[in-house]
């Protein structure tokens, strides 16, 4: 017979392991390089589109900004979504204007890190705080997309479609975050944040 303490037990175990199978099963996929290596030419709307989903260092970190402001909450919410998209703006004007930047894909694979860290130990600093941590990474986003965009066959459309996927991620990271919060008092979105923060160290030493 099954008790509701063995239950418990069980649940705790495998909420602890979590983060370690969620980070296995990232590991697997391509490195985050590759999201920014293209065999020809950009196309446009679509390749945008596609761009973000399938550069799995964006995915995460534009997820994690997502998960991170429903775990804040209050204005967080929506103002850590909307101000992560109008920096990589700029740094992806900075990108096609040949503006330098050393270190971009480092300072990528460390926003994945910084971001699934803050929502693993439920940060939760002055609003302030986080918009600068993420405008600082939202630099390094958009300045190494800015870079590939004049290659694109229709650079206008590629850009809209970049934000517009941009855009939905974080969506999908607020409702993410706003259902895992409800649950096992937030210690499954932690879980989450931690998995997250397991793959930018492997994509900051890889």
């Known amino acids: 017979m099954v008790t509701g303490n063995s239950l418990a037990a069980r649940a705790r175990v495998s909420l602890r392991l979590l ?3 969620l ?24 390749s945008g589109f596609t761009h973000p989903i399938f550069g799995m260092d964006h995915l995460l970190a534009m997820l994690a900004v997502g998960i991170w402001g429903a775990q804040m909450g209050g204005r967080a ?6 101000t992560f998209p109008l920096i990589m703006a700029m740094g992806g004007v900075a990108g096609m204007a040949g503006v330098p930047l050393p270190h971009v894909e480092l300072g990528i694979a460390l926003s994945v890190l910084a971001l699934g860290a803050a929502i693993a130990f439920a940060w939760k600093p ?5 918009l600068a941590l993420i405008a ?15 290659s694109a066959a229709d650079p206008a459309s590629y850009a809209v479609g970049f934000v517009v996927a941009t855009g939905l991620i974080h969506v999908t990271g607020i409702g993410v ?30």
């Not at 002055?126 to 986080?130: G, I, K, L, P």
């Open 19 to 21: 983060p370690l199978g």
């Open 23 to 46: 980070a296995s099963l990232l590991m697997l996929l391509p490195r985050p390089a590759s999201a920014h290596v293209e065999g020809g030419p950009l196309g446009g709307f679509e």
């Open 77 to 82: 919410i929506w103002t850590l979504p909307v």
């Open 126 to 130: 002055a609003e302030w705080s986080a």
């Open 136 to 150: 600082v990474f939202a630099v390094c986003h958009g300045h190494a997309h800015g870079v590939e965009l004049p």
């Open 177 to 206: 975050g706003l259902l895992l919060g409800r649950l096992w008092d937030g210690k499954l979105a932690q879980a989450l944040g931690a998995a997250i923060a397991a793959v930018g160290i492997y994509f900051a030493v890889a």
